[in-house]
C-alpha cells in the first residue's frame, strides 16, 4: 500500500482526467449521441413496421374471417333457397295434380251423364221405333188377316182355343 | 446495504483469476528454486540475470519520461526510441525535453535548479545528482510537482484521438445510412450490449441515457488501452494507480452527484429496520459508498499488473533456463497466457463498466416497498 501510494503519480493523474474527460465530452457529442439516437430510430423504425406489419395480418385475417362468414352465410342462404324451391316446386305439382284430378272427374262425371242421357233418348227412340214399326206391322197383319174370311175365323177360333186353355 | 455486499460478492467472482494467477507465480517459485538447487555451479551467474529480469520487469511496470522501445546497449546507454517533454512545476513551469536526463544517466540543469531520475521519479538535487536517504532508505530530496508528458500520456492521448476518430467516424457514416458500415459493424454490437445488457438492466430504463456517454467511454478506454499494453510496444498504463484512481474517482463523483433522495435514505436512515440498527448501519454504508470505486480503482490495477508480471516472469524463464525444453516450454506458457490477458483485457473493461452500472443503478433506483 505504501509502495503504491509512493508510486502515486500526481501528473499521470491529472492528464488522466483532462484528457479522459475531454474524450467523453468529446465522444457524447459527436459519437455516442449521434449512434444510440440512429440505433434508436433504426429500432424504433424496425418496431414500428413489425407492429404496421402485425396490423395488417390481423386485418386481413378478420378480412378473410368477414368473408368466409359471407360466404357460409351465402351458402346457408342458397341451400335454404334451393330448398324452399324444391318445397314449392312440390306443391305446385301436388296441387296441379289435385286440380287435374279434380277435373277430369268432373268431366268425366258430366260424360257419363249425358251419355247416360243420349242411351236413355236413344232407347225411347228405339221404343217409339219399335212400337210403331209393331204397330204397323200388327195393322198390315190385320189387314192381310180380315182380308180373307176364312182366316179371320180361324184366328178367332184358335184365340178362344187359348182362352180356353186358361 | 445490499450494494456493500454486491461488492463483495463480484470481488468472489474475480477470485478464479486471482488462484489462476497464485497458481501460476506458486509453480513458477517451484521451479525457480527446484532450478537453483540443482545448478550451484552457476547460480552466481543465474542471480544476477534473475536480478536483472526482475529489474527489466520493474521498470516495465514503472511510467517513464522518454519514449525508449528498446535497449541496445546497456554499458554503452544506447537506446531506441525518442524523448518526451518533461513539465515541472517548482516556483514557476519549467518545460524541458527528457532526452536531458540521458535516461536517468545525467543531472538536467533548468534555469539553476538541477534535478535527476530516481526511480523513474524526477527530483530535486545538487548539481551531482547526489540522493539523499533517511533510515529507511527514502530518498528525502523535494520532489517537483510533474506534470510531464510521459510515456502513458501519450499513450492516453493516442488511445483518446483513436476513439475519437473512430467513433465519430462511426457516428457520420449513420447519416447516409441505417446500418453501420466499415468497423461499425464491429462496434456497433458492443455498443448495442452495454446498452442492453449493462445500462438498462442494472440502472433502468428511465434514467440509463444520461450515464451511456460514460460507460461507452470507459468500457472502450480500458479495452483498448489494455489491448495496447499487450502489443510489444512495451506500454502499460491501467497498472498505474493514477490511472485506475482518476477512472475510479469519474465514477464515484457520477454516483454521487446524481443520486437521489432515496440513496442517501438508504446510506443515512435505512428504512424498515429497527432504530439500532439505523445508527449502526449508516458509517457502514457511508464507507460502502468509498469502498465500491477503491475497489474498481484496486481491481483494475491489481488484474492487469498481475498479468503483466506473470506474463514477464514467464518469459524471463526463457533466459534463465537457456535449454531446449525450458525455453520452448516457457513460450508455450507465455502464448497461452497471453490470449488468457486478451480475455483479461476485455473482462476488466466489462466489469469496470458492469459495476460502474450497477453503482449508477443504486444511485437513482425509485423507493419501492420492501
Known amino acids: ?47 414500428d413496421a413489425l407492429a404496421a406489419a402485425e396490423n395488417a395480418k390481423k386485418e386481413m385475417q378478420n378480412v378473410t374471417a368477414d368473408s368466409e362468414r359471407l360466404l357460409q352465410e351465402a351458402r346457408v342462404e342458397r341451400e335454404a333457397m334451393i330448398k324452399e324451391a324444391r318445397e314449392m316446386k312440390e306443391k305446385i305439382v301436388a296441387d296441379a295434380k289435385d286440380l287435374a ?18 242411351k236413355k233418348a236413344a232407347v225411347a227412340d228405339i221404343k217409339n221405333e219399335v212400337a210403331t214399326l209393331s204397330l204397323e206391322i200388327a195393322e198390315k197383319v190385320i189387314k192381310d188377316q180380315f182380308s180373307d174370311k176364312a182366316k179371320q175365323m180361324k184366328l178367332v177360333e184358335e184365340m178362344i182355343g187359348d182362352i180356353k186353355l186358361n | 446495504m445490499h450494494g456493500f455486499f454486491e461488492t463483495d460478492i463480484l470481488s468472489d467472482m474475480q477470485k478464479p483469476f486471482y488462484v489462476k494467477v497464485l497458481l501460476v507465480v506458486t509453480l513458477l517459485l517451484g521451479i525457480n528454486a527446484f532450478a537453483q538447487e540443482k545448478d550451484h555451479s552457476s ?81 530535486k538535487t545538487d548539481a551531482e545528482g547526489t540522493i539523499n536517504y533517511d533510515e529507511d532508505h527514502h530518498a528525502t530530496n523535494a520532489k517537483p510537482l510533474d506534470f510531464s508528458i510521459t510515456k502513458n500520456v501519450v499513450f492516453i492521448f493516442l488511445v483518446a484521438a483513436l476513439m475519437f476518430f473512430l467513433f465519430s467516424r462511426m457516428a457520420k457514416s449513420y447519416k447516409t445510412n441505417a446500418l453501420p458500415k466499415g ?72 454516483t454521487t452527484f446524481t443520486a437521489n433522495k432515496n440513496y442517501w435514505k438508504h446510506i443515512f436512515w435505512m428504512p424498515d429496520v429497527p432504530v439500532f440498527m439505523k445508527i449502526v448501519l449508516a458509517p ?9 470505486p477503491f475497489s474498481l480503482m484496486i481491481r483494475l490495477y491489481a488484474n492487469i499488473t498481475a498479468g503483466h508480471v506473470v506474463l514477464m516472469s514467464i518469459l524471463g524463464m526463457m ?50 416497498d420492501h
Open chain 1, 1 to 47: 500500500m505504501e509502495k503504491l501510494i509512493e508510486q502515486f503519480s500526481f501528473g499521470l493523474f491529472f492528464w488522466q482526467l483532462l484528457l479522459f474527460i475531454a474524450v467523453l465530452l468529446l465522444l457524447r457529442k459527436f459519437a455516442w449521441k449521434p449512434i444510440l439516437d440512429a440505433v434508436e430510430d433504426r429500432e424504433s423504425g424496425i418496431k
Open chain 1, 101 to 118: 284430378q279434380a277435373e277430369a272427374d268432373k268431366m268425366i262425371k258430366q260424360a257419363q251423364l249425358a251419355i247416360e242421357s243420349e
Open chain 2, 43 to 123: 547460480s552466481e551467474e543465474k542471480g544476477s540475470l534473475k536480478n536483472e529480469i526482475k529489474e527489466f520487469i520493474g521498470h516495465h511496470l514503472l511510467d517513464s519520461h522518454d519514449f525508449t522501445l528498446f535497449t541496445i546497449d546497456e554499458e554503452k546507454n544506447e537506446h531506441v526510441g525518442f524523448p518526451l517533454p518533461v513539465i515541472l512545476w517548482d516556483n514557476g513551469l519549467k518545460v524541458f525535453s527528457s532526452s536531458k536526463f540521458h535516461h536517468g544517466e545525467s543531472v538536467a540543469e533548468v534555469d539553476g535548479n538541477h534535478y535527476a531520475l530516481y526511480h523513474g521519479k524526477i527530483v
Open chain 2, 183 to 254: 468497423i461499425g459493424r464491429l462496434l456497433e454490437p458492443i455498443i448495442l450490449y452495454i446498452r442492453d445488457d449493462i445500462a438498462i438492466p442494472n440502472i433502468g430504463k428511465k434514467h440509463y441515457k444520461k450515464y451511456m456517454s460514460y460507460l461507452l467511454t470507459v468500457f472502450f478506454f480500458i479495452w483498448i488501452i489494455n489491448l495496447l499494453g499487450l502489443t510489444p510496444l512495451g506500454v502499460n498504463v491501467t497498472n498505474n494507480i493514477a490511472v485506475t484512481f482518476a477512472l475510479a474517482i469519474l465514477t464515484y463523483l457520477i
Open chain 2, 284 to 292: 457502514i454504508e457511508l464507507l460502502g459508498t468509498f469502498i465500491k
Open chain 2, 319 to 368: 533466459f534463465i533456463f537457456k535449454n531446449w525444453i525450458g525455453s520452448p516450454l516457457s513460450f508455450g506458457l507465455a502464448f497461452a497466457l497471453s490470449l488468457l490477458e486478451l480475455l483479461v483485457a476485455a473482462l476488466q473493461a466489462y466489469i469496470f463498466t458492469m459495476l460502474s452500472a450497477l453503482y449508477f443503478g443504486s444511485a437513482v433506483e425509485e423507493h419501492h
